[in-house]
Antibody
Framework: VQLVQSGTEVKRPGSSVKVSCKASGDIFDDYTYHWVRQTPGQGLEWLGRFIPITDATNYAQSLQDRVTITADKSSNTVYMQLNSLRFEDTTIYYC?????????????WGPGTLVTVSS | EIVMTQSPGTLSVSPGERATLSCRASRGVSSDLAWYQQKPGQAPRLLIYGASTRATGIPPRFSGTGSGTEFTLTISSLQSEDFAVYFCQQYHNWPPLTFGPGTKVEIK
C-alpha cells in the first residue's frame, strides 16, 4: 500500500492550492482518506476525510469554509483544495488512509506536501 | 472537541532502558486511541490502535494500555531507531479527530 502526494507548492495569499494523493496497492473503495496538516505551533491538525464508497465527506469545523476534499475514483486519487490561503497555512499537508466504519486510525500516511504561502 | 495532552514533553532515556509515555483525553474516549511514531523528515507511522493493538509490523517491545481518559505507551527496551516523537490520537468523538502535542524521546 502506498500513498503518493503531489509536489511542493508556493502560493500567494488569497489564492487556492490543490494537493493530490494517489493510492495504490489495495482496493480504493475499501478505505477512507484523510488530510492532516502539521505545524510547529498547532501540531497535527485533522482537516477532513473522504469516503469513496459513499462519496461522503467530513470536515473540521475550523476549516470547513475553506477546505474541499474530492476524489477521482478512476485513478484512485484524492484531492484536498484549500481556498483563501493565509500565511499561517504554510505547512506540510499529509494524506492518510483510514478504515471504513467508525474507527479512524490512520495508516499509512503519505510523505507530505509542503505548501508555502508567500507574497 | 476532545483535547489530548501528553507528558512529558521530552523524555531522555538510555538505549536498552524502558520508556513510558502518557496521554490524557479531556473526556472519555473508551479505547478509541492510536499512537504514532514520527522521525525527522518523515510522516507519522501508526504503532498502536484500539489503545493496545499493535499495527502490522510493529515489534512487541511497543505496548499500549489504558481506556477512558488515561493511556500509556511503553517501549520496553529502547533501540536506536526508537528515538523519535510519539503522538496519541483519539477517534471516539469526531469530527474532528484530535492529536496530542507529542512526546520527544531523546538519547540520554
Amino acid at each position: 500500500v502506498q500513498l503518493v502526494q503531489s509536489g511542493t507548492e508556493v502560493k500567494r495569499p488569497g489564492s487556492s492550492v490543490k494537493v493530490s494523493c494517489k493510492a495504490s496497492g489495495d482496493i480504493f473503495d475499501d478505505y477512507t482518506y484523510h488530510w492532516v496538516r502539521q505545524t510547529p505551533g498547532q501540531g497535527l491538525e485533522w482537516l477532513g476525510r473522504f469516503i469513496p464508497i459513499t462519496d461522503a465527506t467530513n470536515y473540521a469545523q475550523s476549516l470547513q469554509d475553506r477546505v474541499t476534499i474530492t476524489a477521482d475514483k478512476s485513478s484512485n486519487t484524492v484531492y484536498m483544495q484549500l481556498n483563501s490561503l493565509r500565511f499561517e497555512d504554510t505547512t506540510i499537508y499529509y494524506c492518510a488512509r483510514g478504515p471504513l466504519g467508525a474507527d479512524n486510525w490512520l495508516d499509512p500516511w503519505g510523505p507530505g506536501t509542503l505548501v508555502t504561502v508567500s507574497s | 472537541e476532545i483535547v489530548m495532552t501528553q507528558s512529558p514533553g521530552t523524555l531522555s532515556v538510555s538505549p536498552g532502558e524502558r520508556a513510558t509515555l502518557s496521554c490524557r483525553a479531556s473526556r472519555g474516549v473508551s479505547s478509541d486511541l492510536a499512537w504514532y511514531q514520527q522521525k525527522p523528515g518523515q510522516a507519522p507511522r501508526l504503532l498502536i490502535y484500539g489503545a493496545s493493538t499493535r499495527a502490522t509490523g510493529i515489534p512487541p517491545r511497543f505496548s499500549g494500555t489504558g481506556s477512558g481518559t488515561e493511556f500509556t505507551l511503553t517501549i520496553s527496551s529502547l533501540q536506536s531507531e526508537d528515538f523519535a516523537v510519539y503522538f496519541c490520537q483519539q477517534y471516539h468523538n469526531w469530527p474532528p479527530l484530535t492529536f496530542g502535542p507529542g512526546t520527544k524521546v531523546e538519547i540520554k
